[in-house]
């Protein structure tokens, strides 16, 4: 059995497992959620619309009980940060654990902030084996061979997890998703892509206008070809259905999230960012139900296209199939 029908057919039969089986949680104004990584402002963001409540004072149903701040060591951008984003979690009556360990023998469920992708299979390893639903945010890992040891680890041992970006659920590309644009016969999307030495090129930040491309083109791509300058970053990728969809990275001047989907019943703007709220709405019903929102396999490929990508501006710009990173 190839690879991708045996990701395809765990991840299915898993979510199945997921959603009859017991959480074995309290109720739902108890339930807990531990934070991985206190080195990016998600970890902030996430947990003030957790702990938000409606016009009628009713809240989420959830609350984060305990953190653990050490991600990246040699990050700068994420090193610097950690003692101030730890000391805003005190302020918003978190606990800070002293170890990973600990922290999940208080909690429900967890969401892996962790900004360095090369930690997230250790730490996710951590998290899988203790049996609790995981989000893990961008990127999932530093490698597509990592990434695809994190989703057989958890489909071993039957432990629902998913990771996504905010721009794949927000309302204007839900819009698009439920037919305002017909079917999508091709899209182009962008967002800043900026670099870090330590991550394939778009993983670091690429990933967010990757993802809001195969949120609208879904699964299917065969090849990818990439242009690079300094600036910018044009990677096409060609469907096995014979659609296209590109990707512009940006880096030089004003930056920003968004894209255009072409369908067979209109033109429309698509990937545009609209907020935490609506990626945070979906963690929490994946939390209670166990069903994660994305397949295991459209991951995989989403990191296959941007690690794919890397191959082609090494090797000037032809085009790479991703069966070469598979």
Not at 53 to 58: H, I, L, Q
Not at 225 to 242: F, I, L, S
Not at 244 to 252: V, Y
Not at 272 to 280: A, S
């Amino acid at each position: 059995m190839n690879r991708r029908k045996f990701i395809k057919r765990t991840s299915q039969a898993s979510a199945l497992a997921f959603s009859s089986r017991s959480l074995m949680l309290k109720n739902e104004e108890d339930i807990s959620i531990g934070v991985i990584g206190l080195d990016t402002s998600h970890s902030i963001a996430f947990t003030k619309v957790i702990h938000s409540k409606d016009p009628n004072g009713n809240g989420t149903g959830f609350r984060v009980t305990h953190a653990y701040p050490h991600g990246s060591k040699d990050i700068e951008t994420s090193v610097s940060r950690m003692e101030g984003y730890t000391q805003e979690m005190r302020e918003l009556g978190v606990t800070i654990s002293d170890s990973i360990g600990t922290l999940l023998e208080q909690v429900d469920a967890v969401l892996l902030e962790t900004n360095d992708g090369r930690l997230h299979l250790e730490q996710a390893e951590m998290v899988i084996k203790a049996g609790k639903r995981l989000f893990i945010d961008k990127p999932i890992a530093a490698s597509y061979a990592d990434a695809a040891r994190i989703f057989q680890l958890a489909a071993e041992h039957e432990v629902p997890i998913f990771s996504s970006s905010s721009l794949r659920f927000s309302p204007s590309m839900a819009a698009i998703k439920n037919g305002s644009l017909g079917d999508i016969l091709g899209a182009s999307t962008f967002s800043p892509a900026k670099l870090e030495p330590t991550h394939p090129d778009l993983f670091w930040y690429g990933v967010h206008g990757v993802e809001s491309l195969f949120t609208l083109m879904g699964m299917g791509c065969l090849s990818v070809q990439r242009t690079h300058t300094e600036d910018t970053d044009v990677v096409v990728g060609t469907w096995e259905d014979g659609r296209i969809g590109t990707f512009t990275g940006l880096r030089g001047g004003k930056t920003g999230y968004g894209g255009t989907a072409f369908g067979t019943e209109g033109i429309g703007e698509a990937g545009i960012y609209e907020g935490y709220e609506h990626l945070v709405k979906e963690i929490l019903e994946f939390f209670r139900t166990g069903v994660p929102p994305v397949e295991a396999e459209e991951t995989l490929e989403i990191f296959a296209f941007m690690q794919a990508a890397d191959l082609s501006k090494d090797e000037g710009g032809v085009s790479v199939p991703l069966s070469r990173v598979r």
